[in-house]
Each structure stands twice: as structure tokens, then as C-alpha cells.
């Protein structure tokens, strides 16, 4: 890539309008509640043909003394370009000027966004911003578009041509589920090393998805640390809505989804829909136990209650931000379920197990008619799809499909990963 582009700003400046502008997506959630943003996200845009990094990191507020700054200030330090972002209908305020202060200290390149100006007339708004002493102000509009092909010009122009290279196709994409406040941020940043999401007892505060790169054992893992799902309705209003629906979309491009349960506080309803909303989007499933230094449950009671309640049957590990206790074989639990996910059985190996399965139970039948496996084949994999010609798909039952299902799951090693079967009719 051609380099990495920080965009900072203080709260509710546009900075999320703007992002979503240039990376031509509503990746950032966007509502007039100063602070939406909270942690930084990693995107990459498209200019001309040329891609370049753009990191939308969290509102800056300079009177606040929790994490939110020293995240920003880490991109500042990562960038090759920093876009500082402010309200020219607004003006500069006081904390602008401090912020130009940090900016100016770290000698990195600088270009002032004046967000807002929605009105080609009010250019003349973003003068005044001169007067930061970072250059030529840029007057855009973030909500039209309107000087943001410009800037682009001058993002790409200014970069330096030697960014990260690009995740490959065989990285691992990893989805982390779970209700609010079961320890994901904390789960992030004990397998990081460093403190990349902001860490809150504040239910909710990590808002947005955001994607980290993690390299372990020789394979790369794609993280993604999803807002907390909220079930109840009343509760998915606004922002946290939005949020929701992010989450799910990181699901749906995932590979493998850890469902994360506090075990100090056992696993309830709303951990088994986080796992419900994990296998309906065709993600292979790990439940993560966190917290487990302070849990009383027993693996015993663990492993009958995923039985008992989740379709997937999938396996669980037990970790602990605090010690670091699980970290490890987390990961590599991972890896051995993402190629179980993108594995391929040889027909030979499906059709003895479905010779097996006639045997084992007699199929369902309807007045003389009884249903007849006669053929399977695999016709896709990332998650494994097979194709089972019958003699009559009608034939099928509900619960016998839910039984060839779970058959094929323990024969093949499949515990966790999503399995699809289309009888169809014999030709």
C-alpha cells in the first residue's frame, strides 16, 4: 500500500462522515452524539488506483483522562499523513489549538480538513484555520462530498509509497461475539500485548468493529473486536443499533466466531443467542470462556450445557485476560477450526459414512415410500456444504435431517462448524 493516514479530530467534528466518504462505506458509526467513535479502525481506501491505510481513530478530549488520547496519539506515531479534522462553521476552539499543539510536536505531516463547509460560499470559512500554523486548509464537505476527490489528490500525492503489505486470503478472519461487557476488549488486548482497544467496566464502550492483525505460529489472524450484542429490543436503539449491525456484518465475513461467556457469571440466554446469531451467519463457532481465574463452573457443566443448547456442538476453552491463562492454545484452537472450516472430504470417505448411516438408523417413511440416501458429494467449503441426492427430498424429515446433520458433524471431526446438506432428487 502506498502508506498510513491517521484521521483525528475532536468529538463531533464529522470525522466518521468524512471516513465513511473516503472508504466509500458506513464503517464508522455515525450519530450527533459527541464521542460516537470511541476506539480507531483500520480501512483501506482506494484512490486512482492507489490504496493507502486510513486509520479513523477515536474523538480526541484533551480534559479526559481515560485511554482515548493515547490511542490517537499511537496513530499519529503509526502515520505516514495525519488529517486533522475540524468544524469550520464552528471556528477554532480551544481545544483545536491544543490538539495543533500535539500535532506540530510530532513533526509528522499535517493537513488541516475544514468538515462542513456544505456551501462552495463558505470557503472563505476555512481561512481562519490557517492560524493552527499546519499548512493550507482543505474546505470540504464530508456529508456532500464536495473537495473530498481534492483531498484524495493530495493524500495520495503526499504518501510515501511504502505502506503495510495487504492481508492475504488465507488469513484467518476471527469475530468476537458476545453481550456487553464479557471481557472482549480485555481478550483483544492480552493477545495484542498492548492496550489497542479502549478497556471500559462500561457495558458498551466499544462501539464499532474494529480489525487488528495478529501473527501467531506462523499463521496470521484477522481480530475483530465487535460492540457488545444487545438482545432486547429496547435496548437497540440508536447508536447501539447501528453498532449491532456492524457486528453482525463482522460475523458474516468471518471465518471463525468466538462466543465470548462469563464464566463468573455462568452462561445465561443471551450467550446461547450471541452463539444462535454466530451459526446463522455460517461462521464456525468457539465458545471462550472468559474470566475463568474467578469462575466456579466446571468443565463438566460446560460441556452438557453447549450439548444441550448449540446446534454447532462447538468446542469451548477456558482463558484469562488478567493471567494469560488459555491465550495460547486459544489461538491455536482457532487455526485447527478454521481448516476444519475450509476443508474438503473426499467423496469416498462421504459416501461410506452414508452407507454407515443407513445402516445405523432406518430412514423415515411415508405410506410405502421410504426414503433412500443414495449419493453425497461436497460442493463447497468456508463452511462445508454437501449435496445428498435421495429418492424423494419430501421424504425428509425435520428431525432426521437434524440427525444426518450431527452424524456427519462427529464423524468428520466438525464440532463448531457449520454444516449445510441439500438433499436433492436423484436424476
Known amino acids: 500500500m502506498a502508506g498510513t ?10 470525522k466518521s462522515t468524512l471516513v465513511n466518504r473516503l472508504t466509500q462505506s458506513r464503517a464508522a458509526v455515525v450519530h450527533e452524539s459527541p464521542g460516537v467513535t470511541r476506539d480507531r ?3 483501506v481506501t ?5 490504496r493507502f491505510l486510513l486509520i479513523d481513530t477515536g474523538g480526541v478530549d484533551i480534559a479526559d483522562t481515560r485511554p482515548i488520547t493515547r490511542s490517537i496519539a499511537e496513530a499519529v506515531e503509526e502515520a505516514d499523513l495525519v488529517l486533522f479534522v475540524v468544524d469550520a462553521r464552528q471556528g477554532i476552539t480551544q481545544s483545536d489549538e491544543e490538539i495543533a499543539q500535539i500535532l506540530r510536536e510530532s513533526r509528522k505531516p499535517v493537513v488541516v480538513v475544514a468538515n462542513k463547509i456544505d456551501d462552495p460560499s463558505q470557503e472563505p470559512l476555512a481561512l481562519e484555520f490557517h492560524r493552527l500554523g499546519l499548512g493550507e486548509p482543505a474546505p470540504i464537505s464530508g456529508m456532500h462530498g464536495h473537495g473530498t476527490g481534492d483531498l484524495l489528490d493530495d493524500v495520495v500525492e503526499r504518501l510515501p509509497g511504502g505502506g503495510r503489505t495487504e492481508i492475504g486470503a488465507d488469513a484467518i478472519r476471527v469475530a468476537i461475539l458476545g453481550r456487553p461487557n464479557v471481557g472482549k476488549s480485555s481478550l483483544v488486548n492480552a493477545l495484542l500485548g498492548r492496550e489497542r482497544v479502549i478497556v471500559s467496566e462500561v457495558p458498551g464502550t466499544t462501539r464499532d468493529a474494529i480489525d487488528t492483525v495478529l501473527e501467531h505460529g506462523g499463521r496470521t489472524f484477522v481480530l475483530v473486536d465487535t460492540a457488545g450484542l444487545r438482545r432486547k429490543r429496547k435496548h437497540r436503539q440508536g447508536i447501539e443499533y447501528y453498532s449491532e449491525l456492524r457486528a453482525l456484518e463482522a460475523a458474516e465475513r468471518a471465518d471463525v466466531a468466538l462466543v465470548l461467556i462469563d464464566s463468573s457469571e455462568g452462561i445465561v440466554e443471551q450467550d446461547l443467542a450471541v452463539a444462535d446469531i454466530a451459526r446463522k451467519t455460517q ?8 474470566k475463568w481465574d474467578v469462575s466456579t ?5 460446560v460441556r ?3 450439548t444441550r443448547r448449540l446446534r454447532q456442538r462447538p468446542p469451548f476453552v477456558a482463558v484469562s485476560a488478567k493471567t494469560g491463562r488459555g491465550l495460547g492454545r486459544l489461538l491455536d484452537k482457532v487455526a485447527e477450526l478454521y481448516d476444519k472450516h475450509t476443508a474438503r472430504v473426499s467423496t469416498a470417505e462421504l459416501n461410506r459414512i452414508l452407507k454407515e448411516l443407513r445402516e445405523a438408523r432406518q430412514p423415515p417413511s411415508k405410506g410405502d415410500r421410504r426414503l433412500n440416501l443414495l449419493y453425497g458429494t461436497q460442493v463447497t467449503t468456508r463452511p462445508p456444504r454437501f449435496r445428498i441426492s435421495v429418492n424423494d427430498p ?4 425435520r428431525d432426521y435431517g437434524y440427525w444426518v446433520e450431527n452424524q456427519l458433524r462427529e ?17
Not at 419430501?394 to 424429515?397: C, I, K, M, S
Open 5 to 14: 493516514v491517521a484521521v483525528v479530530g475532536f468529538p463531533n467534528v464529522g
Open 41 to 43: 479502525k483500520e480501512l
Open 46 to 50: 482506494d484512490w486512482n488506483g492507489k
Open 283 to 290: 461462521s464456525s463457532t468457539l465458545v471462550v470462556l472468559s
Open 297 to 301: 463452573m466446571t468443565v463438566e457443566d
Open 304 to 306: 452438557g450445557h453447549l
Open 394 to 397: 419430501g421424504l425428509v424429515t
Open 411 to 427: 464423524r468428520l471431526g466438525l464440532e463448531g462448524v457449520p454444516v449445510t446438506i441439500d438433499f436433492v432428487r436423484s436424476t
